[in-house]
């Protein structure tokens, strides 16, 4: 429930509850003076018209109406008519206007044979209501339960609405210092936007998490060869060396600095926020698409001892891909067949196959495979099935990324070999 209709609910409850107990207090105490307050203004009223009737009386000689009362002492303050027996008005007398409250008494008197009906009404101006006792008891239960309600609506605010902002902005403030928040069951805005707050913070420490195993992947990956640049650095500094082994150790230093900047453009590739914008799409036909692979992979493969096989049902299919971003693809996912292999017989095949609208391009291995519950994790950043590595790389996760921006997608399964096969779907161009 939102607070707006907590609101309107404790409004309403504060009304209902001042009915209530202005009810009680009328029904308990009030009545009995209200009713004794106005019988004493009936009976004073009662003594007013038998005076003005026993002066009619006394002067029923007189046949002007008008006579009678003028002739009459002390009728301030109050309204008299007289009608006849017929309801015919003979006499109007005013000296207040009517008002909210009013007290009425009638008399029949006999004048000449004649019926007479005298009305004197009483009426009560706000500046005497002000002074009957049981107006003033009104007034100030009223005000009792008025300061009544409004220290219950402000405990209830202050436990419903202010303190719960006031944990929050604790909960922010502790954040600070390494405390996390814990959710609520609350279910209206101040519920929303703490829970709202905690995911942000799993957000903000998952991110943090992230950064911290880039960074020491960064650092894993980066050390090892910059170890062998030092080293070799500080053995070409011996002039006793061979100038063929110096030559030689330049070269090991080049192919490490290759392998650092392959890490670093892999970073960079995989903070870029505008890859989807950098790709560059171009016509290529499976036939041709087979042929870069197996000229770029063969002969390392099998220098290696690794048995390369591709095979294709759909030559003539076209497909509409970034080739430099889909040798990327490729080269990392060959290059993680590499190193989990650990057989003898060790082998890389990579098969295209066809359906109405879509590519499917398998790269199976018979490597060690990946356990069937950890599969699906292969492709997020930094994840790694190989228990011996501390920190993992970003290959998979930007294979991933690279693949979905052509709007295709990609999977892994493992395979008969024993392996695992890494599936891509790409659209077939038309």
Known sequence: MNLKKKLSIIVLLCFTLNMLLLFGYYELVLYDKIEESLNTMQIELRNDVNYISSQIKRLQGTDNIKDWINNIDNID?????????????????????????NV???????????????????????????????????????????????????????????????????DIENYKFG????????????????????????????????????????????????????????????????????????????????NIKELIDEFDIYLGSNL??????????????SKIIDEEYRDELTQLCIEFDIKSNCDESILNIDMSKMRRVFGNII???????????????????????????????????????????????LYTSDKSRNVAGLGLSICKSIVECHGGKIYAKNNFYGGLTIVIVLKRNN
């Open 77 to 101: 303050s109050i309204n008299i008519s007289i009608e006849r027996g017929d309801n015919t008005l003979l006499y109007e007398y005013k000296t207040y206007e009517k008002s909210l409250l």
């Open 104 to 170: 009425t008494f009638t008399d029949l008197i006999n004048i000449k044979d004649n019926v007479y009906m005298i009305k004197v009404e009483r009426p009560l101006q706000i500046s005497k209501i002000r002074n009957i006792p049981f107006i003033k008891d009104i007034v100030v239960a009223e005000v009792v339960i008025g300061v009544f309600i409004l220290i219950f609506i402000l405990i209830i605010i202050y436990y419903k609405i202010v303190n719960p902002i006031m944990y929050l902005q604790k």
């Open 179 to 258: 405390i996390k928040p814990i959710k609520t069951n609350r279910c209206d805005e101040i519920g929303w936007l703490k829970n709202n707050f905690v995911e942000l913070t799993e957000k903000l420490d998952e991110e943090k998490k992230n950064q911290n195993r880039i960074i020491a992947s960064i650092s894993h990956d980066i050390k090892t060869p910059l170890t062998s640049i030092m080293g070799y650095s500080e053995m070409i500094k011996n002039k006793n060396i061979p100038q063929e082994r110096k030559n030689r150790y330049m070269e090991i230093i080049y192919s490490k600095s290759q």
């Open 276 to 289: 989807e914008s950098s790709i560059k799409k171009k016509p290529i036909s499976v036939k041709e698409l």
């Open 335 to 381: 290059g993680n067949s590499i190193k989990n292999m650990k057989k003898d017989y060790k082998k890389i095949e990579i098969n295209f196959n066809n359906d109405k609208e879509n590519i499917l391009i398998s790269i199976a291995d018979n490597g060690c495979g990946v356990d069937d519950d950890k599969i699906d994790k292969i492709f997020e950043a």
